[in-house]
């Protein structure tokens, strides 16, 4: 039991890394191609990666009821999130992208405290405190330093992204409790895929397609593959540990996304992107500290 725990928490850690890679990735591309043509891509390509070991795979059956809940989680946490997100990335740096999506997991907390889920403590309460005003010193400095609408538009966008897959991850659990974490994850792809379809189609994706070089389709294949293993190791964790636990490590996003924004796209790494990414980290450290003693 110690060990799945264990290894939990290294793939949660794993998908933190993944989820910073892919916010710096799809900065790149972004403005080559519309938000829901990517989000689309990016999943029809992990799908595709999946579908053998699903096939080979035992064979799963769902009930109707769970698998229409499944594939409309599906359809929040890799339609609507992704493409709230990647909508979100125009408008900001993946840099403060990353640290607006690292609530993500004090979302999670209190979603489940208020479902009784788990329990919100003092620690707990601290540490969510911490980590707005950690934001806010974040969010705040680019509204001086840039475009004010513009920024404020896409904080939005990247904290509804976050409350999608807060509300998400507290969800899947008794499904993924029922079935197999990689019949679970394609369900959810696929379904997100029909559904990104309408809206990838209304930005020609179909008919006009992008306007990608040949280094732009790379990275977003690149993007896929990596969302297809993220996404499984992410509900491999969900399924044994308890949902604030493995969410909580998408605080190593922010710090991914800073190195690889200053590396790759020349992204300034200021002294206020620095003050909100330790108040981001210090908060979460100090709102999930406690989940050890709890669980004994």
Not at 187 to 203: D, H, K, N, Q, R
Not at 207 to 230: A, E, P, Y
């Amino acid at each position: 039991m110690r060990r799945h725990d264990t290894l939990a928490l290294l793939a949660a850690a794993a998908t933190g890394v993944q989820v910073g890679a892919a916010l710096v990735a799809s900065r790149f591309v972004i403005h080559d191609i519309g938000p829901a043509s990517l989000a689309f891509l990016r999943y029809a390509i992990a799908v595709l990666c999946l579908a053998p070991f699903v096939i080979a795979g035992a064979r799963v059956r769902f009930s109707f009821r769970d698998l229409l809940a499944v594939m409309g989680l599906g359809i929040v946490q890799f339609g609507i999130l992704i493409a709230l997100l990647n909508l979100g990335l125009q408008f900001i740096s993946s840099t403060r992208a990353a640290l607006l999506f690292s609530t993500f997991p004090l979302m999670t907390m209190v979603i489940a405290a208020f479902l009784g889920r788990e329990r919100l403590t003092g620690a707990k309460t601290a540490g969510v405190l911490l980590t707005i005003v950690g934001v806010a010193v974040a969010l705040g400095e680019g509204l001086i330093r840039s475009n004010g609408t513009n920024d404020f538009f896409g904080a939005l966008l990247v904290l509804t992204a976050a409350l999608c897959g807060a509300v998400s991850s507290v969800l899947y659990r008794p499904y993924l409790s029922r079935y197999p974490t990689l019949p679970v994850g394609a369900s959810a792809m696929l379904a997100s895929i029909l559904f990104l379809a309408g809206p990838a189609g209304l930005e020609g994706l179909f008919t006009d397609g992008t306007h990608l070089d040949q280094r732009g389709w790379i990275v977003v294949i690149l993007i896929g593959l990596s969302s297809g293993v993220g996404y499984i190791l992410w509900l491999w964790a969900l399924k044994h540990t308890t949902p604030t636990r493995v969410t909580v490590f998408l605080s190593v996003s922010p710090i991914t996304a800073s190195l690889l924004g200053a590396l790759i796209l020349n992204e300034p790494f200021t002294f206020g992107v620095f003050l909100g990414l330790a108040g981001v980290v210090s908060g979460l450290w100090l709102a999930t500290r406690t989940g050890a003693d709890e669980r004994r």
